[in-house]
């Protein structure tokens, strides 16, 4: 399978204040090279999806993708990004990561390609028995058509289309550390410093 590697990076960043999240440095690294690095030994190629100056990663020599739908409508429209440049690159498939999650599984792919052709990541939650990780899955560019037109009629919800899709689900341990844990806040930033 060829896999193409999509780091959503194309939100907002309210919480933030409105700054690029990408480029937050932890431990003398931005973000964005973190996930390079965890993920680049796992695919065959990484694009970058994000909105706005694209110019403000040229030091990463990746490719950058707008959302194609627009609107902000949410990770969807990254993932659908990255399903049709991958298309266009003769690949089967995509696995999306968050650029704000520096610290996710370095056998991310390998576990999701276990899990399904359609699969997220998730981990074990001792209030629900599972946390879904709707940014973390495998994506078959087969699908990618269906994506659009599903966000063109307003889906926003990742789960609500996976799960209508079968997508499985590649479960990840948490034991006294999420792998997933995300930055959305200076205080998430200082935490996540912590766990370095």
């Known amino acids: 399978m060829n896999t193409v590697g999509v780091i959503l990076a194309g939100g907002r960043a309210t919480r ?8 937050l440095m932890l431990g003398g690294q931005s973000l964005l090279a973190r996930c390079v690095d965890r993920l680049a030994p796992q695919v065959d190629r990484i694009v970058l999806n994000a909105n706005g100056d694209p110019e403000r990663f040229s030091a990463y020599d ?7 739908i627009q609107g902000f409508v949410g990770p969807l429209a990254g993932v659908l990004a990255g399903m ?27 576990q999701l390609r276990t899990a399904g052709p359609l699969a997220l990541a998730a981990t074990p939650d001792p209030d629900r028995g599972k946390n879904r990780h709707p ?41 006294g550390f999420d792998p997933f844990f995300n930055i959305n806040t200076p205080e998430d930033l200082a935490r996540a410093q912590g766990f370095l």
């Open 16 to 23: 933030m204040g409105g700054a690029d999240k990408a480029a």
């Open 62 to 68: 990746l490719p950058v993708l707008p959302d194609t």
């Open 84 to 110: 049709d440049w991958a298309a266009e690159n003769g690949a089967d498939a995509v696995v999306s990561v968050a650029a704000d999650t520096p610290f996710f599984p370095l056998d991310l792919v390998e």
């Open 135 to 175: 940014t973390f899955g495998l994506w078959p560019v087969s699908l990618r058509d269906d994506l659009r037109a599903a966000l063109q009629e307003g889906l926003r919800k990742v789960v609500l289309w996976t799960d209508k899709h079968g997508a499985g689900q590649a479960m990840f341990p948490a034991d």
